[in-house]
């Protein structure tokens, strides 16, 4: 399913009534019905309920209206609170709210002391709030009618439907500029949007469904989105069924390079993970000097060891050689995973990259080297592969945290693209983009997965597909496996589940992927 920017869905609804000659109040009066029972389903039924629909003067007010309406013909006690002005309707939004007038359905003017009193008194006896306030419009600061509002609104404490998404919610970016309603379910009108899945604003959303209203498919499925969802249906498409007479070598040689004194389970876990998720033969290459230690822990991977110039450090031209001589009978290659930041193998990880002619997937350590010289990525000879958390990619960029993530769609595109790279970035809600400016969230995970070594089972996810599907789309298996093997953990350890509790169910969310291809 695509996802669509602000603007995006603005021309999708011109559209809809230029091209397709689709009235705008048809499209209103379908939202509305489905509103309506959205919000019967979210009450358990319609009759004898008692709604609070808070309206504002834009369209998203008017589906409001449309569901008021609908509601009130299925049984239920409707009040409706206007947040602002009749005369400041649109067109739409004014014909349905002169109907509701005709049918002398309770209507209020947010206007006085008494206007807010009856509101106060209504929310704290109402079943249901409707919220359809202020859509996908919304950008800064609130008013302060609608801030005060929205207060109102979560100070209630009742089951809350928003429209469209949640208000004060900023559709791109998910960004809460002063406050936003903490919605238990919204609807989604046409295409879901990015800042429902972006915090804060994913935390506001609740359980999130999409109807299309009517809109025709071509418009909702346009190439000029460049947002999509990783859904089930696209992460079935992406793995292909193995032949009867494979061969371990058909299914990826991947060479990991990780590990450093005192960081030899990152190695572990990326290394497990690769052959978890599915590849033939995996080996790891670490220090010498911790060489016996992984060799020991892990039966399956083969672990070679490297020079180093100290202890339990990777560098030098000796390591170079080694790691280059590795490579070459290799399908792809992972590097970083618990390397280190010494300074020598910082330098062995730049040259490595530019030497090595292989699918190339960076992790932690790896993209730090890169930290200085970020526009030494796209001189590589290939297109690798960056999995950084947003700490990472602030860091890669020299932006702080909070700037990062309040545009990170927009940053995180214009880097893919200057630097000529796929871009993981690791989240709330995991983003891939690629230097094409294509892109696209997860639709699996939880706060479960914010464990230490979540990155590394990832990045060994990755690695491990590089040969099981087009190298360019195992990112997104990567990401889909690894978010949908979490939920598995999290549905049997919960908020205490491991890095290694993810890895062990690769296998499970696999074959779950086999299954829906059936």
Avoid at 92 to 100: G, K, R
Avoid at 214 to 222: D, F, H, T
Avoid at 379 to 390: A, C, E, G, K, M
């Amino acid at each position: 399913m695509k996802l669509s920017l602000v603007q995006e869905m603005k021309e999708i609804d011109k559209k809809t009534v230029e091209q397709y000659g689709l009235p705008e109040l048809l499209l209103m009066e379908n939202a509305g019905h489905r509103v309506a029972e959205a919000m019967i389903e979210l009450l358990g039924g319609a009759a004898g309920k008692n709604v609070c629909i808070l309206a504002g003067t834009g369209n998203n007010g008017g589906d409001a209206m449309a569901a008021a309406r609908h509601l009130y013909n299925m049984g239920a006690k409707v009040k409706l609170f206007l947040t602002g002005e009749s005369e400041h309707f649109t067109a739409s939004t004014a014909c349905m709210y002169e109907v509701l007038r005709r049918m002398e359905l309770e209507i209020h003017t947010l206007a006085g002391d008494r206007d807010w009193d009856r509101l106060h008194f209504t929310l704290k006896f109402t079943d249901g709030i409707l919220d359809g306030i202020l859509g996908t419009g919304v950008q800064g600061e609130l008013r302060k009618t609608t801030l005060r509002v929205v207060e109102e609104i979560n100070a209630a404490g009742k089951l809350v439907l928003s429209i469209d998404i949640p208000s004060g919610v900023e559709a791109d970016t998910g960004r809460v500029a002063t406050a936003a309603v903490r919605a238990d379910r919204t609807l989604s009108l046409g295409l879901p949007k990015v800042g429902h899945l972006l915090s804060p604003g994913a935390d506001m959303t609740g359980n999130l469904t999409v109807d299309d209203i009517g809109i025709p498919a071509a418009l909702l499925q346009a190439d000029t989105i460049r947002q999509a969802l990783l859904d089930d249906e696209l992460a079935a498409s992406l793995l292909p069924p193995r032949k009867k007479a494979v061969h371990k070598g058909d299914c990826g040689r991947i060479l990991v390079v990780a590990g450093s004194r005192g960081m030899t389970g990152a190695a572990a876990l990326a290394a497990s993970s690769a052959l978890r998720s599915g590849a033939g033969i995996v080996v790891l290459a670490v220090p010498e000097s911790i060489q016996t230690v992984l060799a020991m822990k892990m039966t399956e991977v083969m672990t070679q060891p490297v020079p180093e110039t100290q202890d339990g450090i990777m560098g030098g031209e000796a390591a170079l050689g080694c790691l280059l001589s590795l490579a070459e009978n290799c399908d792809a290659v992972l590097i970083g995973p618990g390397l280190g930041r010494a300074a020598e193998t910082m330098e062995l990880v730049r040259i490595f990259a530019a030497k090595v002619n292989k699918p190339l997937i960076m992790d932690a350590d790896a993209i730090y080297a890169f930290r200085t010289q970020p526009d030494d990525l796209g001189r590589l000879p290939q297109v690798p592969i960056l999995t950084p958390h947003l700490g990472e990619m602030a860091g890669l960029l020299g932006v702080p945290v909070p700037e990062l993530r309040e545009s990170l769609l927009p940053i995180v595109r214009e880097a893919a693209a200057e630097y000529q790279c796929v871009l993981v970035v690791k989240s709330e809600c995991t983003l891939i983009v690629y230097p094409d400016g294509d892109a696209f969230f997860t639709t699996k995970g939880n706060p479960g997965m914010a464990t230490a070594g979540c990155g590394d089972v990832l990045a060994g996810t990755i690695a491990g597909l590089m040969k099981q599907t087009e190298s360019g789309l195992a990112p997104l298996l990567g990401v889909y496996l690894h978010g949908l093997a979490g939920d598995l953990a999290y549905a049997q350890q919960g908020e205490a589940l491991i890095a290694s509790d993810i890895r062990d169910k690769l296998p499970a969310a696999r074959m779950m992927v086999r299954e829906k291809q059936k």
